[in-house]
Nanobody
Framework: QVQLVESGGGLVQAGGSLRLSCAAS????????MGWFRQAPGKEREFVAT????????YYVDSVKDRFTIFRENAKNTVRLQMNSLKPEDTAVYYC????????????????????WGQGTQVTVSS
């Protein structure tokens, strides 16, 4: 089992920044690819960003490219999402997810590919 706990959400004005963190425990963190997803009210959960277990590969949804950066600190069992130039449409509950990965550079962008989820952290961007 892997336990995931997100933090760092909050209320920010459009154009501002937030950094989300996800602390993992329970298994060897470096064996897991990680992802960030978000869910706005009345909408399905959608992919935001993913990083391979080695950290060598990342992938983003088009709407956040050049604004968000995902990175991991394996020594701290933590993955982070740096969010800059935030927009009101980024408002959602953000979830961290993990899945074991055989390949060090593989990334995953679908919800069904992940086994473990955190409880979510609210991000609200005001206009």
């Amino acid at each position: 089992q892997v336990q995931l706990v997100e933090s760092g959400g909050g209320l920010v004005q459009a154009g501002g920044s937030l950094r989300l963190s996800c602390a993992a425990s329970g298994r060897t963190f470096s064996n897991y690819a990680m992802g960030w997803f978000r869910q706005a009210p009345g909408k399905e959960r959608e992919f935001v960003a993913t990083i391979s277990r080695s950290g060598s590969s990342t992938y983003y949804v088009d709407s956040v490219k050049d604004r968000f950066t995902i990175f991991r600190e394996n020594a701290k069992n933590t993955v982070r999402l740096q969010m800059n130039s935030l927009k009101p449409e980024d408002t959602a509950v953000y979830y961290c997810a993990a899945r074991s990965s055989v390949y060090s550079a593989s990334v995953y962008s679908s919800t069904w590919e992940y086994n473990y989820w955190g409880q979510g952290t609210q991000v609200t961007v005001s206009s």
